[in-house]
């Protein structure tokens, strides 16, 4: 089983996206995965048009697991949405609050790949969802401060490892809203390469609408619009993760 958490501690680059087109790529090839939404948005739920349900904020206070199964192949636990800072909150002065997640998933067998949409906050959910992966994804958009925003995550997870005395590994770096149209987005990606090297996923998640769209439309952009630029890029993305990357 194959434990990732998509994560950066800056918003909008793209993670909660990744997590789901990552997944249901994974899952149409047969893998078993299972997405958690460590997010109090909830928008994971919302991308597969699941009713919103207790899920994470459930199981951090009680133990109790609320799978769904959302496609073929593909289960979620939802967030829980604002529940699940409430339950952050209560979690707090517990002895066990950083291993919770572990914990009620130590026996958790039959997926090939958990798959764990982390908020871009650090907080006790983002260690709980470090604690229980064994890798990292860490997407980032293609804007002048990537790389620093990259460091920034690095160092924060370094410090996060060194506390819980866990460690996980960089899957890779992704690079994402990559536009053709403008020079700035080769020179990003091209200095992520300069400082991170073959950490840096070879797959470029291009600016395609479409993969707006397939959101709002509850959809996956393999099932919203599978020739689009995203789902060919989502498709070769989950390619370089099967094949092992990192
Ligand atoms: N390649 C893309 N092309 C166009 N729009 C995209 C692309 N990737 C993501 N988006 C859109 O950008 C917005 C932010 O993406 P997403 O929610 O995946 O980011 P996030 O990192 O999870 O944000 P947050 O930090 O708030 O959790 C969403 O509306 C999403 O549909
Ligand atoms: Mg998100």
Do not use: W
Request: with cysteine; proline share 2%.
């Amino acid at each position: 089983m194959i434990r990732i958490a998509v994560m950066t501690s800056k918003g909008g680059t793209g993670k909660t996206t990744t997590a789901i087109n990552l997944g249901h790529c994974l899952a149409l090839s047969g893998k078993k995965v299972l997405i958690i939404d460590c997010d109090s948005q909830g928008n994971v739920a919302m991308a597969f048009n699941q009713q919103p349900r207790r899920g994470l904020s459930e199981l951090l206070l009680t133990g109790e697991v609320d799978i769904v199964k959302a496609r073929t192949n593909l289960y979620l636990i939802d967030s829980g949405g604002k529940r699940l800072v409430e339950s952050e909150m209560v979690i707090t002065s517990q002895s066990d609050r950083e291993v919770r997640m572990s914990q009620v998933f130590r026996n958790l067998v039959g997926s090939d790949y958990v798959i764990c949409d982390c908020p871009p906050t650090i907080n006790l959910i983002n260690v709980n969802a470090l604690n229980y992966c064994d890798y990292v994804i860490i997407p980032v958009s293609m804007d002048y401060f990537a790389a620093e925003g990259v460091k920034k995550t690095l160092a924060l997870i370094e410090e996060i490892e060194e506390k819980i005395g866990h460690s996980v590994k960089v899957m890779g770096i992704l690079a994402t809203f990559f536009d053709k149209r403008t020079r700035i987005s080769d020179r990003v990606y091209d200095k992520l390469i300069h400082e991170f090297g073959d950490k840096v996923f070879v797959t470029k998640i291009r600016v395609n609408t479409q993969i707006k769209e397939a959101q709002e439309n509850h959809k996956t952009i393999f099932e919203y619009a599978p020739y689009s630029h995203g789902a060919l890029d989502y498709f070769l993305l989950t390619k370089e993760v099967a094949n092992g990357h990192g």
